[in-house]
């Protein structure tokens, strides 16, 4: 059945992929995003003439460093722009795209019903967010990505700026020798989120390739296939929490989810442009 689809916060990273695969699978794709000029902090922020079947809320800043950066807009944003893109869609099926640092800190298989214990205010703006989709709304899912990387990320974030630094035959930084992350091409997390979105049940799901691996390994791999470049590990940043595998059990039983994208097959795609 042909979806019409709202993309609240679209002209990111997983929202510009999102788009490009919905529109690929034939449905109608609107974006809201202030990088288009419409921004749900403001009056006339929404789209209110359609009556979207799906709304999916990526709106948010990128990471930790950029919520720190605007904590206010960010707080804004997650909050009270959320609650009001919840009021203005009561009949769509709402997504809303969380975050694995809702968790906190884990070293091991984390689950959908672990413990939730953010160390930070992204992570904590996250979790306040789930919690506003499940009291305002009837018809929800809540998705889960981790350490999600792939084509048109943003140079900052760590799997582009790795390999830019090898090309430039610079030291890469790795925070901490046990520092590892569930990395989760965005293909596979797009392919969650539309699987989520027909999701008959208000549910919450990990999205991830489910199996971590040490960023060491991940800085090593990088150097040796561009051919350039050195690692060096240094203490680990304690604004960020240590992470390791999300299970992703549940998606895979319930939705049907299954990962393709091996990461260090992701990175060989990467380097190669």
């Not at 350490?147 to 890469?172: H, Q």
């Amino acid at each position: 059945m042909t979806k019409t689809v709202l993309l609240i916060g679209g002209a990111g990273f997983i929202g510009t992929h999102l788009k490009s695969r919905l529109t690929q699978e034939g449905h109608s794709v609107d974006v809201i995003d202030k990088l288009y000029g419409r921004n749900i902090n403001d009056e006339y922020g929404l789209i209110n003439d359609i009556n979207y079947s799906h709304v999916v809320f990526l709106a948010a800043e990128a990471n930790l460093r950029a919520v720190k950066q605007n904590p206010t807009e960010a707080i804004k944003t997650m909050t009270s722009g959320l609650m009001k893109c919840l009021l203005t869609y009561p009949s769509a099926h709402f997504t809303y795209i969380s975050s694995s640092m809702v968790y906190g800190n884990w070293d091991d298989s984390v689950y959908e019903y672990s413990h939730r214990a953010p160390i930070d205010l992204y992570g904590q703006l996250k979790l306040a967010g789930e919690g506003i989709v499940r009291e305002l709304h009837k018809y929800w899912t809540i998705i889960r990505p981790t350490a999600v990387y792939g084509p048109g990320d943003n140079p900052s974030r760590v799997m582009p700026l790795f390999i830019e630094k090898a090309k430039n035959n610079e030291t890469l930084t790795v925070k901490g020798y046990n520092n590892q992350l569930d990395f989760t091409h965005v293909d596979d997390v797009v392919a969650g989120i539309i699987l989520g979105m027909d999701s008959t049940d208000n549910r919450t799901f990990n999205i991830s390739y489910g199996k971590a691996v040490h960023l060491e390994n991940i800085a090593k791999y990088i150097c040796e296939k561009v051919g350039s470049g050195s690692v060096k590990v240094e203490i680990p940043d304690v604004e960020y929490p240590q992470r390791g595998t999300m299970s992703i059990e549940r998606a895979m039983h319930e939705l049907g989810y299954q990962p393709r994208v091996d990461v260090f097959a992701g990175i060989d795609q990467l380097i190669q442009g």
